[in-house]
């Protein structure tokens, strides 16, 4: 639509544009011929004129002589509706009258030219008066004859007003000179072919005359050819009409003297157009428009010719400056729409051009909106992408919390139940058995309880109904207290515990009880990831409108995540929770937030922790309700279980091979200490508290079997798992792995990760006493199974490995004597101990006497199979001596080797 509106808005610019519209007129021009000079003449002239009325156009017809034709040309002229006809008739004939008063009728203006007709219907009449051009000639014929004398008349056409009128003039020229007289009258109907025509027809007549009058030069000069021809002689003279110039017409003639004398005849062109312009511009014109005529011969040639050869001259430069002006004009009118046609381009480029930026802007507009809204719909997708990304997060880690709660329970409640199983299937239990058992079980009740305590606190804090219970009390004296407490338990550990504070007394509104949970929380914590010789300082001091309590240790430290989210209930760190962790810290959090405190907590990994806490002084930021009503200045009494110590009763499982070595990787320490009290008696077993320096124990004990905890700090039990299945060294021991785990999914990541056994906690002792035997057994078998056929089955492809790799090895040094158990263990990357221990735990027999089993093999080969000597066997399988060579044989296979190769059949 808007496209259209601009369109028509051109269209309308560039009609303004256009030059108003001039109103042209056609112009019909009927000519009676246009075959002869003169009429061209008259043609000519009219052009010229015209050239000065550009809104003049003429259409021209030549009747050619004919009367019918001419009539049909004017008939044309009328149709194509002309404006004014100009007319030369043929003839006075009454058609051609009628058809010329009918186009006058029509109300077209009607110009006559050079000839009449019989009506007056017509605006105004241009020509020559003939009558009395003939006049003239009549009187002039005696002065030409002299004395007088014989004229023959050549006639114009009969029927036509200049024929007609000449012939008057003539005789009544002559009418008063007796002397002169017409001998003849030809009609040469103004053409020169039909004046030769009537002069060869009359020569006789012409020999006779004296003078020949025809009424135009064209016929006079036709009939004096005609006399030359037929030799008359003399010739007589020749006076014409027209005189035109031009080498061949009238005036050259008077020059050259074949013509005694002519009648300047003008042929009105000019004038016609004139009059034209005066009656189509409504100005009155003159009804009869007379031309001037001249007789021209010998006495007034020259000036004449001079005069004439000017004009035409000055004609022939009008007519080439029309053609100039003509060509300019054309160019005027390309450049013009040259012009036109650019200014249009002109201006639809500019059209387009803002419509283009039209289009651009727009398009610039609508991608700027859908920006917007893609923008928008952006940040509105990011919001619920982390909305439902923290919604998935807290169920993740509530998830995990519930397994982490499940996990604390498992651990007190198996060392509750092991102990009660193995009271009950002793048949006599001792006092001291009895005593210690329970005490066992005590603690880890009070394990529970403490777990069960802490989570219904959690649980009052996250509903809002724990209430602070403050009264003002000496912080210096309380801090005092509670770092006494944990000195036994730090000197046990060998830590450097320190309380550091300048105060002596300090008073300090807090809840006894929670501040106590707090810090004992926080000293746990300290303990349980502060190494042996480490320090943990607790810190008081004050500001001024604070008490700070700082507890500092050089212990583990944290990552930077898990610092980050130290206090958070449900995050368990990398992997692991623990009680001072967990609840532990989103605990004393809560607690110190319930004292209107601060609780913040900086680390570096390997380097330690601080905690450091900051309450508010005074009492003015408690509200009446969070006052104790009661002062509460007894703290109560930490219970320190994990100090106990306690004596487990005697195993009743039976004494297994104490030889056998077992490593146990176990960080709770309870329960580690637990494992070993039961199997210390049936076999020689060591213990670690992370995987790490487990793997580092089994390195280099190469034990029989390792029993290992799955949740551990750091390495976890799986990873330990696989590393122990992938090394050559370790392959070949199993592993037991322990958890509280229980779910399935970790079942399969333990025996991805190639573990032997998986035993769930709690677990009884027997199970797991039993369990380890039959373990031990099992491998037994395969021990069995390897040094007696060295056949593999594809479960055992690392071992199958490894023993290949060894025969090689020894295959290749085989006739080196020297070639020892040092050698061989360096080959493959062991130590001796190592090849030493996995040597024996594969095929139960030592280095050195696999190397000889290969020796012998490898003798009985060749004793089978050679001629060679025994010399040569024994030189060729390592031994230094044939005699050594034969004990050792006859030791292994019975029989000497000369022995042997009989047997075989050599
Ligand atoms: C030309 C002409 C002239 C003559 C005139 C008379 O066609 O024959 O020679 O003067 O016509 O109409």
Not at 257 to 285: D, H, Q, S, V
Not at 541 to 556: F, H, L, P
Not at 853 to 861: F, G, M, P
């Amino acid at each position: 639509m808007r496209l259209r509106i601009l369109l028509l808005l051109l269209w309308m610019g560039l009609s303004c544009q256009t030059p108003a519209e001039k109103k042209t007129y056609s112009i019909g021009f009927s000519q009676c011929t246009g075959g002869d000079e003169w009429r061209r003449v008259m043609l000519n002239d009219i052009n010229r004129e015209l050239t000065l009325y550009p809104d003049f156009r003429l259409i021209y017809k030549d009747a050619a002589n004919s009367t019918a034709t001419q009539l049909a040309q004017i008939k044309e002229l009328v149709q194509q509706d002309i404006d004014l006809l100009i007319i030369s008739p043929n003839e006075t004939s009454p058609v051609l009258t009628a058809a010329i008063d009918e186009v006058f009728q029509k109300g077209i203006p009607v110009i006559l030219l050079d000839r009449k007709i019989t009506s007056e219907s017509y605006n105004s009449f241009i020509g020559a008066d003939n009558l009395e051009i003939g006049r003239m000639v009549g009187e002039a014929l005696p002065t030409l004859l002299k004395k007088g004398g014989k004229i023959v008349e050549v006639w114009g056409l009969a029927s036509s007003s200049p024929a007609q009128e000449r012939h008057k003039g003539l005789i009544e020229g002559i009418s008063k000179k007796p002397a002169v007289q017409i001998i003849g009258q030809l009609y040469g109907q103004w053409e020169q072919d039909t004046a030769r025509k009537v002069a060869l027809a009359n020569l006789d007549i012409l020999r006779e005359a004296d003078l020949v009058f025809a009424h135009n030069d064209v016929m006079a000069l036709s009939v004096q050819q005609v006399c030359k021809e037929a030799g008359i002689r003399p010739l007589p003279l020749f006076v014409g009409i027209d005189g035109l110039p031009g080498p061949k017409s009238g005036l050259q003639k008077i020059m050259e003297g074949t013509l005694t004398a002519t009648f300047l005849y003008p042929t009105g062109g000019e004038e016609a157009i004139e009059t034209a312009a005066r009656i189509l511009a409504g100005k009155a014109a003159k009804r009869e428009y007379v031309l001037n005529s001249i007789r021209i011969d010998r006495s007034n040639i020259k000036a004449i010719k001079t005069q004439s050869d000017k004009l035409l001259l000055q004609q022939q430069d009008i007519e080439s400056l029309n053609q100039r002006i003509g060509q300019l004009n054309d160019t005027y009118a390309s450049q013009k729409n040259a012009l036109y046609v650019i200014i249009t381009c002109l201006v639809l480029a500019v059209f387009l051009g803002i419509w283009a930026l039209y289009l651009v802007r727009a398009k610039q507009l609508s991608n700027r909106k859908l920006e917007l809204q893609n923008r928008q719909i952006n940040e509105q997708k990011d919001k619920i992408e982390e909305v439902s990304n923290k919604a998935r997060q807290a169920t993740e880690e509530k998830l995990r919390f519930y397994s982490y709660i499940s996990h604390e329970f498992r651990t007190p409640l198996s060392l509750i139940l092991t102990p009660v199983e193995d009271l009950l299937n002793q048949k006599a239990i001792s006092q001291k058995d009895l005593k210690s058992g329970l005490l066992y079980i005590q603690k880890n009740a009070h394990r529970l309880l403490r777990l069960v305590d802490q989570m219904l606190d959690l649980r009052k804090t996250d509903a809002g109904q724990q209430l602070l219970q403050a009264s003002e009390q000496d912080v210096v004296q309380f801090l005092r207290e509670i770092v006494t407490d944990f000195q036994q338990k730090a000197h046990k550990s060998k830590i450097d515990l320190q309380f550091i504070t300048s105060a002596t007394f300090l008073p300090l509104w807090f809840d006894a009880e929670k501040l106590d949970k707090v810090l004992f929380n926080l000293l746990s914590n300290a303990f349980k990831y502060t190494p042996k010789g480490g320090f943990i300082h607790v810190i008081l001091q004050e500001t001024a409108e604070n008490v700070q309590i700082i507890i500092k240790d050089n212990g583990e430290g944290m990552s930077d995540t898990e610092k980050e989210r130290a206090f958070d209930l449900y995050f368990s760190g990398q992997k692991k929770y623990s009680l001072g962790t967990g609840l532990g810290l989103a605990l004393s959090r809560e607690f110190v937030h319930l004292h209107h405190g601060e609780i913040e907590v900086t680390s570096t990994k390997n380097e330690g922790t601080t905690f450091d806490i900051s309450l508010p002084k005074g009492d003015a930021h408690l509200m009446p309700d969070e006052k104790a009503l009661l002062d509460k200045t007894e703290r109560p009494t930490p219970t320190f279980w994990e100090e106990t110590e306690v004596v487990l009763p005697t195993p009743a499982a039976e004494i297994a091979d104490a030889a056998t070595s077992v490593v146990l990787i176990e960080d709770n320490t309870d329960l580690s200490h637990y494992i070993l009290d039961k199997l210390a008696k049936i076999v020689s077993i060591q213990s670690f508290t992370t995987a790490e320096r487990g793997w580092e124990g089994i390195l280099s004990m190469i034990p029989d079997l390792i029993i290992c905890d799955v949740m551990l700090p750091g390495m976890d039990g799986f990873e330990l798992t696989q590393r122990v299945k992938e090394d050559f060294r370790t392959s070949h021991i199993p592993v037991l792995l322990l958890t509280a785990k229980s779910q399935i999914d970790a079942k399969i990541e333990g025996s991805r990760a190639g573990a032997d056994v998986y035993l769930t906690k709690p677990f009884n002792t027997t199970h797991l006493t039993e369990t380890i035997k039959t373990m031990l057994n099992n491998r037994a078998k395969i021990q069995r199974r390897f040094s007696s056929e060295y056949v593999f089955t594809n479960e055992n492809k690392i071992e199958k490995r490894f023993l290949n790799e060894l025969t090689a090895r020894i295959e290749t040094h085989i006739a080196d004597s020297e070639f020892s158990v040092e050698k061989l263990s360096t080959d493959m990357g062991m130590s001796r101990v190592q090849l030493y221990r996995k040597v024996h735990a594969l095929l139960q027999m030592n280095v050195n006497d696999y190397i000889t089993e290969i020796r012998i093999n490898k003798a009985k080969a060749l004793l089978r199979d050679t001629n060679k000597s025994i010399a040569d066997v024994a030189y060729e399988t390592g031994f230094n001596s044939a005699a050594y060579f034969t004990t050792l044989f006859r030791q292994k296979q019975q029989q000497t080797p000369s022995e042997f190769r009989k047997s075989v059949g050599v």
